[in-house]
């Protein structure tokens, strides 16, 4: 039995029963794709049902607001996928509505790239294109034993050789799912049950004890430290302030709270002698508070970012001060929802 038939065998037997799976429809296959980039099923699967109820085709999509698009991501992260999402349907209905229908015109859309393009048009359009994601790089690393780092254009360029190798151009929709659910379910990255795995004979990676060895991966550069304060505003009437992110640049278009940034924790008068501090406070009479001694942290991919909240109580109404509830509402940015979610939960 060759590799891809030993591979839908294998798929067959073991495959999960996800609603994607059960369309043809481009669109859906692609909603699933952008938000399985960022997650895993499971955390996906709401994400795809919400999707689908509120943009059930992609001239809904293109005519929402790119706000109730970023608000119906908030929690998956990486919010330039969600505005090319948008974007992408846009440019979808300005040619007349119809998916693009093969591997080449996908990719003129925003946000697809080599692997969507290869996905969409194998799992809806059948078409022989090989999906290479991280499952694939590590299934064929493993299998036919290469170490050449899977983020070097080399590696790239060779698993995808090696992929649309392997491909079978009878049933390219089931070899692309099938390698995928691998990877995912059998080939796992920590301790994979190689006992039971169709392929523990021809795999060189178990033949030479090397699991844990491959894929490889070059290692990638410093992270860097940044401090945010942010200033959580509370008018007399309870209200609070936000301001909206560029629209370039990290959680563009997102909203939080002004912020000082600065190379560490700060005491309190450092912070309200700090110029950002002054430029949304001047003239205005308040009395501050630190919200968590231990500053949230989220990492990025070079970046690692410790939050601190500060609550400052003014003692004068401001015009652009709105509802807490206004607020939550907004689409924020993952360190925001932590906020709210820690110290600002909603009632019941
Ligand atoms: S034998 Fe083990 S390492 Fe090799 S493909 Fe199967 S699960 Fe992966």
Redesign the pocket.
């Known amino acids: 039995m060759n590799f891809s038939n030993k591979l839908i065998s294998w798929y067959q037997l073991n495959k999960r029963d996800l609603p994607w799976r059960h369309t043809l429809d481009p669109y859906y296959i692609w909603l699933s794709e952008i938000i399985l980039q960022q997650t895993r099923v499971n955390q996906g699967l709401p994400y795809y049902e919400r999707f689908v109820e509120t943009f059930p085709n992609v001239e809904k999509l293109a005519a929402a607001p790119q706000e109730e698009v970023l608000k119906l991501w908030q929690g998956l992260g990486y919010y330039s996928r969600a505005r090319n999402l948008h974007a992408a349907a846009m440019q979808v209905v300005e040619n007349g509505g119809k998916f693009p229908d093969s591997y080449a015109d996908l990719l003129k859309l925003k946000g697809i790239g080599d692997y969507t393009a290869a996905a969409i048009a194998s799992f809806a359009f059948n078409e022989s294109v090989a999906v290479v994601d991280g499952n694939v790089y590590r ?1 064929l690393s ?2 036919y034993g290469i170490a050449t780092p899977i983020n070097s254009t080399s590696g790239i360029k060779e698993f995808k050789k090696l992929a649309q190798k392997l491909i079978d151009p009878d049933h390219p929709a089931a070899h692309n799912q099938a390698i995928m659910e691998f990877g995912a379910l ?2 796992v990255p920590k301790n ?3 006992d039971i ?1 169709p ?2 004979q021809d ?1 060189l ?2 033949k030479d004890n090397r ?1 844990e060895e491959l894929p490889v991966k070059i290692k990638k550069t410093k992270v860097l430290n940044l401090f945010h304060h942010y200033l959580v505003t509370i008018t007399p009437s309870g209200k609070t302030v936000l301001q909206e992110r560029p629209q370039s640049g990290i959680w563009a278009g997102l909203y939080e709270f002004p912020f000082v940034e600065a190379s560490g924790a700060l005491l309190p008068v450092e912070l309200t002698t700090a110029r950002e501090f002054k430029d949304v406070y001047n003239g205005v009479r308040f009395r501050e508070s630190v919200y968590n001694q231990q500053p949230i942290i989220h990492k990025l991919s070079h970046r690692k970012i410790h939050a601190y909240f500060w609550i400052i109580h003014i003692e004068t109404e401001v015009d652009d001060a709105i509802n807490v509830e206004d607020a939550r509402s907004k689409p924020l940015h993952i360190l925001m929802e932590r906020f709210m979610t820690q110290f600002w939960p909603q009632r019941a």
Do not use: S, T
Request: glycine share 0%; proline share 7%.
């Open positions: 299934v493993r299998i059998q080939c994979p049950d190689c795995c392929f523990h795999c990676a178990f699991i």
